[in-house]
């Protein structure tokens, strides 16, 4: 599976708990509210002004370890 910016933050973080290193290093610390419920990537980096496509490459690198 390919994590992708429309993926729901929350979603990500159960099905990949190892992915919560990456969001934290990024600075997308809305892993304990309500918010990472419904925003999607996408958003919680335009929030925290983080490059997208730089989360998701270190993103799909960490799960590809997993699969």
Sequence with gaps: ???TA????DNVVRQYPETVEVFSRYGVG???CSAA???????????HGVNLDQ???ELNETVSVRN
């Design 30 to 32: 809305c892993l304990g």
């Design 1 to 3: 599976m390919r994590v």
């Design 37 to 47: 419920e419904y925003d999607d990537i996408a958003h919680g980096a335009r929030v």
């Design 6 to 9: 429309e993926m729901k933050i």
């Design 55 to 57: 989360l998701l490459r």
